[in-house]
Nanobody, 124 residues
Framework: QVQLDESGGGLVQAGGSLRLSCAAS????????MGWFRQAPGKEREFVAA????????PYADSVKGRFTISRDNARNTVYLQMNSLKPEDTAVYYC?????????????????WGQGTQVTVSS
């Protein structure tokens, strides 16, 4: 059974930073694509960042480019999202997603497995 456990969310002031973590189990992590998505109240879940199995493909949403960085530690079966220069519009529930694929997909429909989400709130 695949399990994805996000952590690291919280309340931060605009301009601040947070690092999200997602610990994965029950899947071949080192050969899986990992993604981060977010969903704000009343909005659809949207793509944030993804990384393929070897870290060489790392697409980002335009809204977070230059501020967010995705990384992975295959030895720890964990993917991270470093979020800097946070803005109030980054407020959302952030979800980790996984797919047994070499491709870093950017659409949520491609991902088979999801975490429970972690809340990020950025105050102005």
């Amino acid at each position: 059974q695949v399990q994805l456990d996000e952590s690291g969310g919280g309340l931060v002031q605009a301009g601040g930073s947070l690092r999200l973590s997602c610990a994965a189990s029950g899947l071949p992590f080192s050969s899986s694509a990992m993604g981060w998505f977010r969903q704000a109240p009343g909005k659809e879940r949207e793509f944030v960042a993804a990384m393929n199995w070897n870290g060489r493909a790392t697409p980002y949403a335009d809204s977070v480019k230059g501020r967010f960085t995705i990384s992975r530690d295959n030895a720890r079966n964990t993917v991270y999202l470093q979020m800097n220069s946070l803005k109030p519009e980054d407020t959302a529930v952030y979800y980790c997603a996984a797919k047994r694929s070499s491709v870093a997909y950017t659409t949520r429909y491609e991902y088979d497995n999801w975490g429970q989400g972690t809340q990020v709130t950025v105050s102005s």
